[in-house]
Every structure is written in C-alpha cells, then in structure tokens.
C-alpha cells in the first residue's frame, strides 16, 4: 500500500527546537507547525521547487529591511554563506583570517578552503567571546578578515573589534548563525561588519532544515558572494551593478543556491521570532537573576548595548574556588537532583588535529595547513582563556516556551547541588 503522505498525525518529530535533551518536559514550543507544513505543501504541489523563486525573492528582500542591510542572499547552509562572504572581500591563498578558537569548525573551514590561513585567538573568559586584546596582538600584514562570532546569541564586543578592523583596514565578517535577532547599540547583528552571515540550520533559532543567509551593505561583496553560488539566477537581479555584467548571468559556474522550501520554511520561523526571542529572553533573565545567590554559579557577561538575540545555547561560568566543589562534582550533584548540565558543546579549533598537524589540504604539499608550506600548528595550552572555559562552562536548558515553574525548578537543583 502506498504511504500516505498526508497524515500528519502519527509524525515523529525528528528534531526539537532546543538544541539540548535535558528536561524536555519543562518546555512547550514546538518548532514547526501547520504553518510551515501547509506552504511547503502547496509550493510543491505548485512545482515550486526550485531556482531564484518568488519566495525566495521576497525572503532576500525581507531579511536585508530587517538587517538593515542593502542586500541579502540565501544559500544552501551558513557554511556556504561564510564562503560567499570569504569571496566576497576577496579571501585567498596567502591571506589569514582571525577567528575565536572556541567556534563551530565551519566558522573558518570556507577561508582555509579558499587557501587562506586560520588564525585563532582566545577569548574573553568572562563573555566566552573573541577578546579584541588577543585580536590585536594576531594581526600581521597578510591578515585579510577578522570575525567575531556571537557565540550562543550573545553578542561580542563590536565597539573595540570595528575600531581595530578601521585602523588596520581590515573588514569584519560576524558570523550571527547562534545570534538570530541580536542587536548591538540599536542595530541589528550582521549589519555592523563588512557583511553578516547566518545559519538556518535544524537545530537554529530560525530553522530552513538546511540554509543560510549573507547580508551586507557592499555592493563588490554582494555582487562577489553572487557570483560564486549563484549560477544562473535571472540576470539583473542579482548582479546589481555594471562591473562583473558579462559574467551574467552564469557567474562563476559554482551553485550554492537555498532550496525554496527551505526558505518557505525559514520565512515562517521568521514571523515567529521576536516572539521566540522574548520568550527565551525571559527565562534567561529568570535564572540568571537566581544564580546571584548560588555561589560559584555566573552568567556569562554582556558587553554595553547588547541586546542578546537567538539564545542558541545557554553557558554559565562555573567557578569550583567560590562554591567549594569541583566542577566534575557539581555536574554530578546536578545530575542527582534531575538537571543534566552540558559540557562543552564545541571543541577548542586548536586541539584538533588537523589544526595541531595541519594538513596537505590541495595535495602536493600545497595549501595554508601544510607543515611543508609553513604552518606550524597550534599546542595545547596555546589558549588559556578558552581551555579554562571548556572546563568550567556548563550549557543550561535552553527553553523556548517553559512550563510556569521551569525556572524555578532548574534553580532548585542548582541550589541542592550547590550545597556542600
Ligand atoms: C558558529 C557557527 N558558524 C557557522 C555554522 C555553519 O552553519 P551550517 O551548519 O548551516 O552550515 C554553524 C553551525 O552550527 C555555527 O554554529
């Protein structure tokens, strides 16, 4: 017998919202809904399924009034969208670009990719965000891009890291893809750099199943990101301006294109997020507020003007000195009384081997990781700051829409825990 496809009903959800398992009973939201389901349904049953579609269009245009930005691009996932804007400014063989050393590979995998060289730097431990300080002592003639990351929806400390981009004349990329809403100073993340890039990835604040976006206000950087995943979109459209006009409308040959349904889905989550926003915001705020008198237990610091946004994931700073307890030992104490307290959620870049060894990335001894070619790879205990914080980082339940007393449950165990 054929599936039936139309009955909903006894769908599994496949994933949730909340990144993290622990204590799904204390949050209601659910990510997708008849919303989503009813136009993915009808834009396939209208065959529209690919190419620079109506929708997508309008996403495009919508997402930059939002930004505020001039332009905007979706493409295939946030990795492709940081490869856009790598290429958009031009990153290339002999270039480095600086990064925080606690980020998502895919931060920096499309600049090595594009042959420039990663370069790390640590992070302030109080924010657990790229440290402008560190920044600073990094840069070198061949540094060709700098981009802070609003890790886990909080956002960094753009005053200092735009004043160091405009003194050494090198543009900032913020990779938003935990930061979804996240305003610094009244402006909207990604706006404030050279360009803007965010993941819509399952798991994301906004959801395409796969996609992402660049938003940037440089007409060269749009026009290049274009012409490196946009194969064959209605000339005139995307290539704005006169100087790249005989590439049209096939540019590069390279496809990085969303898929409209994902993008279909993406403009759904869209409506939903200053609502997402708030609500994430609001428990947040509870337990933070709650952590003051849980010795040992600190929220994680927030430069001037930030407005978090997102909330991908939800770190504390664990100190073992002033509770008296060792980290291991609060985890487990936690874990007694019912809360599940995350470790860290992304590997420090430079403990990979492929960043301590490097790699032949193009074969034949030739790429930025090659050993051969002068890389000479990072060690542990190369990034204090971040190597403390993957100890003492402990990721809370991150809820979109908790019961009544969430907070209040989640601040008992801590408590208990706590206790010595
Ligand atoms: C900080 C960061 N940058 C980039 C990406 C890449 O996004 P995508 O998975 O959509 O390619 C992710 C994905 O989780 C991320 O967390």
Same mark, same amino acid.
């Given at each position: 017998?054929?599936?039936?496809?139309?009955?909903?009903?006894?769908?599994?959800?496949?994933?949730?919202?909340?990144?993290?398992?622990?204590?799904?009973?204390?949050?209601?939201?659910?990510?997708?809904?008849?919303? #989503?389901?009813?136009?993915?349904?009808?834009?396939?049953?209208?065959?529209?399924?690919?190419?620079?579609?109506?929708?997508?269009?309008?996403?495009?245009?919508?997402?930059?009034?939002?930004?505020?930005?001039?332009?905007?691009?979706?493409?295939?996932?946030?990795?492709?969208?940081?490869?856009?804007?790598?290429?958009?400014?031009?990153?290339?063989?002999?270039?480095?670009?600086?990064?925080?050393?606690?980020?998502?590979?895919?931060?920096?995998?499309?600049?090595?990719?594009?042959?420039?060289?990663?370069?790390?730097?640590?992070?302030?431990?109080?924010?657990?965000?790229?440290?402008?300080?560190?920044?600073?002592?990094?840069?070198?003639?061949?540094?060709?891009?700098?981009?802070?990351?609003?890790?886990?929806?909080?956002?960094?400390?753009?005053?200092?890291?735009?004043?160091?981009?405009?003194?050494?004349? %090198?543009?900032?990329?913020?990779?938003?893809?935990?930061?979804?809403?996240?305003?610094?100073?009244?402006?909207?993340?990604?706006?404030?750099?050279?360009?803007?890039?965010?993941?819509?990835?399952?798991?994301?604040?906004?959801?395409?199943? @796969?996609?992402?976006?660049?938003?940037?206000?440089?007409?060269?950087?749009? #026009?290049?990101?274009?012409?490196?995943?946009?194969?064959?979109?209605?000339?005139? %459209?995307?290539?704005?301006?006169?100087?790249?006009?005989?590439?049209?409308?096939?540019?590069?040959?390279?496809?990085?294109?969303?898929?409209?349904?994902? %993008?279909?889905?993406?403009?759904?989550?869209?409506?939903?997020?200053? @609502?997402?926003?708030?609500?994430?915001?609001?428990?947040?705020?509870?337990?933070?507020?709650?952590?003051?008198?849980?010795?040992?237990?600190?929220?994680?610091?927030?430069?001037?003007?930030?407005?978090?946004?997102?909330?991908?994931?939800?770190?504390?700073?664990?100190?073992?000195?002033?509770?008296?307890?060792?980290? $291991?030992?609060?985890? #487990?104490?936690?874990?007694?009384?019912?809360?599940?307290?995350?470790?860290?959620?992304?590997?420090?870049?430079?403990?990979?081997?492929?960043?301590?060894?490097?790699?032949?990335?193009?074969?034949?001894?030739?790429?930025?990781?090659?050993?051969?070619?002068?890389?000479?790879?990072?060690?542990?205990?190369?990034?204090?700051?971040? #190597?403390?914080?993957? $100890?003492?980082?402990?990721?809370?339940? @991150?809820?979109?829409?908790?019961?009544?007393?969430?907070?209040?449950?989640?601040?008992?165990?801590?408590?208990?825990?706590?206790?010595?």
């Amino acid at each position: 017998m054929p599936q039936d496809y139309t009955d909903t009903g006894s769908v599994q959800r496949a994933f949730v919202q909340t990144a993290t398992t622990a204590l799904p009973e204390l949050d209601r939201w659910t990510q997708i809904t008849d919303a #989503e389901a009813t136009l993915v349904a009808d834009m396939t049953r209208r065959n529209e399924l690919s190419g620079g579609t109506p929708i997508v269009r309008a996403f495009e245009k919508r997402w930059a009034e939002w930004v505020g930005t001039r332009f905007a691009v979706t493409v295939m996932n946030g990795t492709s969208a940081l490869y856009s804007a790598y290429f958009g400014m031009g990153v290339g063989p002999g270039d480095e670009v600086i990064c925080p050393v606690n980020t998502w590979i895919c931060t920096i995998a499309p600049a090595i990719l594009l042959g420039a060289k990663p370069v790390f730097c640590d992070i302030d431990p109080l924010s657990l965000l790229m440290d402008p300080e560190d920044v600073r002592k990094r840069i070198t003639a061949n540094t060709r891009c700098i981009v802070p990351v609003h890790l886990w929806g909080n956002v960094c400390d753009l005053d200092v890291l735009l004043a160091i981009g405009q003194e050494h004349d %090198i543009p900032i990329l913020e990779d938003c893809s935990h930061a979804h809403g996240a305003r610094y100073k009244g402006l909207m993340c990604g706006s404030l750099g050279a360009a803007g890039c965010w993941s819509f990835q399952g798991s994301k604040p906004i959801s395409a199943g @796969e996609g992402g976006v660049l938003a940037t206000d440089d007409i060269d950087l749009f #026009e290049r990101a274009c012409l490196v995943g946009q194969v064959n979109r209605i000339a005139g %459209i995307d290539l704005v301006g006169a100087r790249y006009e005989e590439l049209q409308p096939l540019g590069l040959g390279m496809k990085f294109r969303a898929h409209p349904l994902g %993008i279909a889905i993406a403009s759904v989550q869209l409506d939903k997020l200053a @609502e997402l926003n708030k609500r994430r915001a609001a428990y947040i705020a509870e337990v933070e507020a709650g952590l003051a008198d849980i010795p040992g237990v600190s929220p994680c610091r927030l430069y001037e003007g930030v407005e978090r946004g997102g909330f991908y994931g939800f770190p504390v700073i664990h100190d073992p000195s002033v509770m008296g307890k060792s980290t $291991e030992a609060f985890i #487990e104490a936690a874990a007694e009384n019912g809360l599940n307290l995350g470790r860290k959620r992304y590997p420090n870049l430079h403990e990979l081997p492929l960043f301590q060894k490097g790699f032949d990335l193009f074969t034949r001894k030739r790429g930025p990781l090659c050993p051969e070619n002068g890389y000479a790879g990072y060690q542990n205990g190369d990034f204090p700051n971040a #190597e403390a914080a993957a $100890e003492r980082a402990l990721f809370m339940p @991150e809820l979109s829409d908790p019961v009544p007393d969430a907070a209040r449950i989640i601040l008992d165990a801590l408590r208990k825990a706590a206790q010595r």
